[in-house]
């Protein structure tokens, strides 16, 4: 979930480490630290709880010199966020190491090595690495060999660096189940969680696989395979050309992200489209033998990509006629599901790293699922190398923990996978057109959209005080809705609440009063009329409303309703279009609130653990 920086080099590299830390930050903040092996062959090490800021400020190369490294920023799952708890963990002044994810098996290995005589200076899981790794060095005298069985010895999902002052050659590092990439510089090599944070140093790197151990030298990497067999992993130049350390003009990430939305859905429909229609290729040379045969289309995603895929199944349903199911990962992974036949296992996941996404997948390969695809924003990432096809957003980097962009992209790239699945199915030809000209039409649309941020940055004040909220949409704009509140609640920590407005009597309108502000999505489709009535049923009962509606929809502001003109725009793409002014809401009302924007408390961009 959060992040990991190491670096072997004849320069000093406290530098490189903690400018790869800020990088990473946005993926777990809680605290962050270094430890270098000094001059002196001595480990200095310096942690912080906060942000890497309070480390930067604390570290100069002049007073921290050393030319091998490693560095973390946390996001707790075991012990709380304070200094002691922060990593690098060590044992008995020699040996420093960096985890993310869980050690499942902790609490055994804690006791054995207590047991032992070892001292334990956190709470964490991790610091048993550090112990065990000392343990199993004084055993075999050979570093590889003993990060080799201690990590042999290790449970759970987790990418793990080490050092030893003993060997300030080397680093050492596992993969299991938490993303790990070597960056290849000249005479000079480094480790990450994501390749992002090393951008500044190289744009050469090779992705780690599940049960790869690594040794690193200044001008070497050896891996090995889960075997133990030494293995080459491919070296890839990165193209990322959004440079996601740069927040231009904008006061957020969030907020850059938001305005970067019609330029990263051109990005993602560039080459995806051919005449008109989709492009044949556009999932892959192999797609449309794989998508020809599918009966079903399972969408597995947490969060955010869960809403995207909720809105995919009313389109799946509604313009390919084809059965979808939609469900949170981390309950498909834990139930026994039944497989229809020839179902296509779709994962939704920006990072491509969500652990139980990527769970759910492999739960699916051996349960029978016909094949599978994602819809991912990062290449070479878990997902799209475990997937028989990967449809690769494009979106650029996406820096703020609550996803706009890649919302709006991953809905698009299900558009197109509904286009392509609809093709062997019930979509004819005059469909296909009319959704292709619909998504070449909305980064104009999204560009008006963006022009209701005066509008609704005043809108947003009617919330200042307020601690609950009622999101309502019908149809395909319920996810929406959901989606909606799920981003009030992210950044504001406003309790926000999303319901399908036919379900308001059943339930609901018993909450409504004046201090509930209800906001409403109401494009021109034939739900209009129903959604008149549900408003109506508000109004009657005090409540006061905010509605987001087609300039068609016959919706006056008065007293009790304000109503916001959204630019009109076919019926199809209507949910991507009204995600983009409920973003717009969370973001001012937040603001107003003056909470952390980019990094809500207690969240974490890439949610590698359970
Ligand atoms: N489980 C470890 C801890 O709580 C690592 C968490 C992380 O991924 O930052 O320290």
């Known amino acids: ?263 990263a859905i051109k ?9 008109g229609k989709l492009a044949e290729t556009a999932f892959g040379e192999d797609a449309d033998r794989i998508l020809k045969d599918i009966e079903h289309v399972q969408i597995i995603a947490c969060g955010t990509s869960y809403h995207a895929g909720m809105v995919a199944r009313y389109w799946f349903e509604e313009y390919a006629g084809i059965s979808c199911n939609v469900e949170i990962a981390s309950e498909f992974r834990y139930r026994k599901s039944q497989v229809h036949p020839k179902s296509l296992l779709v994962t939704i996941s920006q990072s491509g790293e969500t652990a139980d996404t990527l769970a759910a997948l492999r739960l699916a390969k051996e349960i029978g699922y016909h094949s599978s695809l994602t819809i991912c924003n990062v290449p070479g990432s878990s997902l799209v190398r475990e997937s028989d096809l990967a449809y690769l957003m494009n979106a650029g980097a996406e820096i703020g923990v609550a996803s706009t962009k890649a919302f709006t992209v991953q809905l698009v790239g299900l558009l197109l996978l509904v286009t392509a699945i609809g093709r062997h199915k019930d979509m004819n030809a005059e469909t296909e057109s009319h959704v292709v000209s619909a998504l070449n039409a909305l980064p104009a649309k999204i560009e008006q959209a963006l022009d209701m941020s005066k509008a609704i940055n005043l809108l947003a004040e009617d919330f200042a005080d307020k601690h609950h909220s009622l999101f309502l949409g019908r149809g395909d704009q319920y996810p929406i809705a959901m989606e909606g509140a799920l981003k009030l609640k992210e950044i504001s920590y406003i309790h926000a609440e999303a319901y399908a407005a036919g379900e308001l009597k059943h339930g609901p309108l018993a909450l409504i009063d004046a201090d509930m502000p209800v906001i409403v999505v109401a494009p021109n489709n034939e739900l209009l009329e129903k959604l008149h009535s549900n408003v109506e049923e508000v109004r009657a009962r005090g409540g006061l409303m905010y509605v987001f509606a087609d300039s068609g929809a016959h919706f006056k502001s008065d007293s009790t309703m304000k109503v916001l003109s959204v630019p009109h725009c076919e019926k199809v793409i209507a949910p991507i279009l009204y995600s983009v002014p409920l973003q717009l809401l969370s973001y001012y009302v937040a603001l107003i609130k003056g909470t952390d924007v980019d990094q809500p408390r207690n969240l974490a961009k890439s949610v590698t653990v359970e």
């Open 267 to 275: 990005n993602t429909l560039e080459g995806r489209l051919k005449n």
């Open 1 to 263: 979930m959060c992040g990991i920086v190491g670096a072997i080099a004849q320069r000093d590299v406290i530098e490189i480490l903690v400018e790869g830390l800020k990088r990473l930050e946005y993926r777990g903040y809680d605290s962050a630290g270094v430890a270098l092996v000094n001059p002196d062959k001595k480990l200095d090490r310096v942690r912080r709880v906060g942000k890497v800021k309070a480390l930067a400020d604390a570290m100069t190369s002049e007073d921290h010199p050393g030319s091998v490294g490693i560095a973390h920023t946390r996001w707790a799952t075991h012990g709380e966020p304070s200094e002691a708890n922060a990593h690098p963990h060590i044992s008995n002044d020699r040996i420093a190491v960096v985890h993310n994810g869980i050690i499942e098996n902790h609490a055994a290995l804690r006791a054995d090595l207590i047991a032992e005589g070892y001292q334990f200076a956190s709470e964490t899981d991790t610091e048993v690495i550090t112990h065990l790794l000392h343990k199993e060095l004084l055993k075999s005298g050979d570093m590889l060999e003993a990060f080799k069985a201690t990590i042999a010895q290790l449970d759970g999902a987790y990418g793990t660096v080490a050092i030893d002052v003993e060997n300030p050659g080397q680093l050492y590092a596992a993969r299991s189940g938490s993303p790990l990439v070597i960056g290849y510089g000249i005479g000079e090599n480094f480790l990450a969680s994501d390749q992002l944070a090393l951008l500044p140093v190289t744009r050469r790197f090779s992705f780690l696989e599940e049960g790869d151990i690594a040794v690193i030298t200044r001008t070497s990497v050896q891996i090995y395979d889960q075997a133990g067999q030494t293995v080459q992993r491919e070296i890839s130049e990165s193209d990322i050309t959004h440079d996601a350390g740069d927040k231009g003009p904008f006061k957020h990430y969030m907020l850059k992200e938001i305005y970067e939305q019609p330029i």
